[in-house]
């Protein structure tokens, strides 16, 4: 028998997030501008944080180390691999590794694979 994927609920959405595009780091010419300016906020929303266990995580690892947190919010446009996520409980800054599509594949829930920013 095949175990059924739970549906994201309202109750679930326990976290607050802060999706952030990177800031203008280079000019027009692409030359690096000596004093870039900060992350722009696309969006603040709810989410649900799971940490990666068992298959999941040996799966990340392969791929790669660092994945170790997935969020799950409500399917949301225009969230790209080189943003950020700040999650504003603990004020936590993560790399967006991968943006998913739910298992349902009917545009409810988007899934943001993370791994911790580095600081530098």
Known sequence: MMKMAKR??????????RIQKPGKDRDDAGYPIPNPSPPEEVCTVWAS??????????AADAVQAEITV???????????ED???????????YEIEAVLDDVF????????????ASNG
Do not use: C
Not at 8 to 16: F, I, P, V
Not at 49 to 58: D, Q, S, T, V, W
Not at 70 to 80: D, H, P, V
Not at 107 to 113: G, S, V
């Open 70 to 80: 997935r969020y799950e919010i409500r399917w949301r446009e225009g969230i790209e």
């Open 105 to 116: 594949d009917d545009r409810t829930e988007t899934h943001l694979m993370v791994s911790e």
């Open 83 to 93: 943003m950020q996520l700040v999650d504003l409980r603990d004020n936590q800054t």
């Open 8 to 17: 994201l609920q309202a109750n679930d959405l326990n976290r607050r997030v």
């Open 49 to 58: 944080r799971k940490p990666l266990r068992g298959r999941e995580l040996f």
